[in-house]
């Protein structure tokens, strides 16, 4: 496996090199770059299979490596580096990026290693444009979600709710439209937590209540939503979401 590191600080690119071919000597790093110019013309030369790419560099921004490619020029993955807040953390998580938080821990080091092993290829240019959007917000707009063909982008605000259905997910959308995910409500529940218009309101749902328009009492609390859907609410979040729109 052919790697680049694109580090503005020399030990941090080091350090990482030294994991690398700790964790796999089979690693060929190939270049390190100080700068983005740098990079992108190493990634032309070297064909490398995976960047790692730190977000905060001089002059560009990491997150504008795929402005100098052409969609069918990205045969590379990319696993961003970063110390970014948790924000800009969630923001990465809702757009199926691959990233470390620095300092780099070896053992999740070794993990994007692996992932990158299972996936080979990430789907970049789609990921880091809705990346960027996702950063531009407080909140995040965007969601990446896999599918059996491939990736979904939804927005946020058309989710109307999300129900556990084992170990997968149905989303369910504006307009009455649905897929399902393989992944649970509970990383969803993780990956939505710092939005403040999704709450599990129930064991089995997750819902948008931006979209929800009474609460009633019948055997029980149900939601009510804008496309007249009822779902079961808990009592402790029936307070919770009181609270939300006082």
């Known amino acids: 496996m052919k790697v680049i590191i694109i580090e503005d600080e020399n030990k941090a690119a080091d350090l990482l090199q030294q994991m690398l071919l700790h964790i796999d000597p089979s690693i060929d790093v190939v270049d390190k770059c100080s700068d983005l110019t740098l990079g992108v013309k190493s990634i032309q030369k070297n064909n490398p299979d995976l960047v790692f790419l730190d977000v905060e560099l001089p002059v560009h921004s990491g997150l504008q490596l795929l402005e100098f490619f052409e969609e069918d020029e990205i045969n590379f993955a990319i696993i961003f580096t970063t110390a970014s807040n948790q924000y800009a953390v969630n923001a990465f998580e809702m757009s199926a990026?691959?990233?470390l938080l620095k300092p780099i821990d070896e053992d999740k080091l070794k993990l994007a290693v692996q992932k990158?092993?299972?996936?080979?290829?990430?789907?970049?240019?789609?990921?880091?444009s809705v990346l960027k959007q996702n950063l531009q917000s407080p909140e995040s707009k965007k969601i990446i979600v896999?599918?059996?063909s491939g990736f979904e982008i939804l927005k946020l605000a058309d989710i109307v709710y999300l129900?556990?259905?084992g170990s997968y997910t149905k989303i369910f959308i504006a307009e009455n439209n649905s897929l399902t995910v393989s992944k649970n409500l509970k990383y969803f529940e993780t990956l939505l937590e710092s939005n403040n218009s999704f709450v599990r309101i129930h064991r089995s749902f997750i819902a948008n209540i931006h979209l929800a328009k009474r609460i009633i009492r019948k055997d029980g609390y149900f939601l009510?939503?804008?496309?007249?859907?009822?779902?079961p609410v808990i009592t402790e979040?029936?307070?919770?979401?009181i609270r939300f729109f006082n």
């Open 224 to 231: 009510i939503m804008e496309d007249e859907t009822q779902l």
């Open 116 to 128: 990158f092993y299972n996936q080979k290829k990430i789907s970049a240019s789609k990921n880091i």
């Open 237 to 241: 979040k029936v307070e919770e979401i």
């Open 163 to 165: 129900k556990a259905e």
């Open 146 to 148: 896999p599918v059996v």
């Open 97 to 99: 990026v691959d990233y």
